[in-house]
């Protein structure tokens, strides 16, 4: 088995858990929130910084890599890891997430999907044998079989009859997985219905995936609708693998995540806003490219021992944000990244420690929850 | 004196020397090239990857500090080094290169020359006080007079009237300067007539200047015409006090101007030209963005031992800057400091040895002087 989960500690109170994630490229404490590296690098950063600021596993994405620069080449390059001189573990999804995101230019069939590159327009088939043998080509060490993220709002019987054909697929991926040092996940779907996410889980749980994904969430829905739908969800999925929940990453949704037994976390948001000038601290977000923080010669976040925070003031990163010099994203995607590594390190010690309710009480009388979305 | 230049060894077939440029931020040994950071940073570096790669000196632009964010910001924030997070030397130019080559958007009078800001069209005057005061703010560690950068071609007249100019405003900068801890250098004009070169060197030696630069030359003239130039002129200038050639950054001319006794260079093309894919090697110019690079799997330049070729292919490389990724453009330009950062090393020991004609007999095999422009 290349990936298994240890269980090390459930809170008493709440669904939240910690454990070890075991992958061929080392251990990742969960719960763990994975940068995203679209296009084999997480947008400004080396891989140096990553580890530096604790990073331990990233993601990929399979649609990017497979138009761009392709998954020959990558296997070619010896796979993703050495391509990208990165040493940690990583994750795929299957390039189904993008692709269904195209709208009008994808076209859905039980054999697979077809649509035009968003670069050049060129037509394209992604069935689930096929995402299988990109992800193995590119190597990583988890891979995610080929779902259909639904649109949201969907009615009912559009929902039975993806999540249906999903599990469909889910089967086809784990015919055709060959590759002995990666694992593939299944991943739950089943829109806002609670028994329809129950159907979804059931029926994936039965094919015995190493590890499970939820997703279609987060896709514009309320929060309370998502959190309902990880209530009704996780408990049906197996205590002794890791769950990951995609596509999301504000420190509410984390936290909120992590009490429903969520192990796994991705988000584009943080890098995205970080490059546009807004940082994530303990108290908000707080936009440095704004006019106020011109002559601030506080670090982003008072406090913080990041690279960024120790050496360089909001001013001077405001100035680099205006002046579209690159080493201002570079220093507020540095920053985002640790904060959210450090808030989930947080996590996982009070889970430790028997003290998530506190953490998480104390989390919720600071923001309540509307603030962070 | 808070800047001086001790002579170590001098070439005994050719004007090349090694030296030491002792500043109030560290000795850097010479020659030198200093990387440009035009608006408090070296596009795309951290301030630790320029001390890894070498740089012990960097130059910055008055006219765009000046501009944005405001020197006076710069100030508050304890100096350019303490607001860009650089703990090594900086040597900030006068202004006067930017503002003259507004063309149009400015006008010159003997008190000094009004001009109009690229950034928004406000109305602006810079005279040789004001150049001082703005670079005192800045802090750096080496500043520069006002000059005339004349435009090429120009007349013999207009030329007499600009190097005049520029001697008596070159006056009036060491009367307004007052920091202990910077030094104010001179620069020789003359435009390409070498009587007119040596009048403007004699002028500004009399001045006693603790250092001298070389301007208003590679401003599209030939390279014969340059180094015919620097041969008149060098030789003017006193053996103890540092020679800057300002705006050269290419192979040969770091060569040819070392040859003829030149200490410190700066230029933005070799980090330019890596923001569009195109690499140094000791071979020539590579770019890395061309197609024939997407398989190879080589680094940048074979045998190189800078991070970016220790730990990348060209294949990769190519892949990030097609993609738009600023990895890419970090790992080019970090490499292209490097090897000029190497080569200005490769020089310095060779006159330290005794043996630089023998190098630059070497490079000149190799390349032809054509080459490299």
Not at 14 to 25: E, K, Q
Not at 60 to 88: C, K, Q, V
Not at 314 to 333: C, D, F, V
């Amino acid at each position: 088995m290349p990936v298994r989960y240890t269980l090390l500690k459930e809170c008493q109170q709440t669904g939240a858990r910690a454990g070890i994630l075991h992958t061929p490229h080392g251990d990742i404490p969960t719960p763990v929130f994975m940068p995203v590296g679209t296009q084999a690098t997480v947008k400004t950063m080396s891989p140096e910084e990553l580890q530096e600021l604790g990073a331990g596993i990233i993601l990929s994405n399979t649609y990017h890599l497979y138009l761009r620069p392709g998954h020959e080449l990558i296997r070619e390059a010896g796979g993703l890891h050495a391509f990208m001189h990165w040493d940690g573990a990583i994750l795929t999804d299957s390039g189904g997430f993008q692709v269904f995101s195209l709208g009008p230019l994808r076209k859905i069939s039980e054999e697979g999907v077809t649509f035009r590159s968003h670069l050049d327009g060129s037509e394209h088939f992604l069935s689930p044998e096929k995402a299988v043998a990109i992800q193995e080509a590119l190597g990583s060490d988890i891979a995610m079989a080929l779902d259909e993220c639904a649109p949201y709002p969907a009615d009912r019987r559009y929902i039975q009859d993806s999540l249906e054909r999903t599990t469909r697929w889910a089967e086809r991926c784990l015919q055709a997985h060959r590759r002995p040092d990666q694992a593939l996940f299944g991943i739950v779907q089943g829109g806002m219905y609670e028994d329809l996410r129950r159907e979804s889980a059931r029926q994936l749980v039965a094919l015995d995936f190493p590890g499970y994904a939820i997703g279609g969430l987060s896709v514009g829905e309320p929060a309370e609708v998502m959190y309902r739908m990880l209530d009704v969800t996780v408990p049906l999925l197996p205590v002794n693998k890791a769950r990951y929940l995609m596509g999301v990453g504000t420190l509410d949704y984390l936290i909120e995540g992590v009490k429903r037994g969520i192990d796994m976390f991705d988000c584009v948001l943080p890098t995205r806003i970080a490059r546009n000038g807004t940082v994530l601290t303990a108290s908000g977000y707080l936009t440095v490219r704004n006019a106020p923080y011109a002559g601030d010669f506080r670090p982003l976040e008072e406090g913080c021992h990041c690279y960024a925070c120790r050496n360089y003031t909001r001013a001077y990163i405001r100035h680099l944000i205006k002046a579209n010099e690159i080493l201002g994203l570079r220093l507020t995607t540095y920053h985002n990244l640790y904060v959210l590594v450090r808030f989930m390190r947080q996590i996982r010690e009070s889970i430790l420690a028997g003290s998530f309710p506190e953490l998480y009480n104390e989390f919720a009388a600071r923001f309540g929850r509307k603030e962070e979305r």
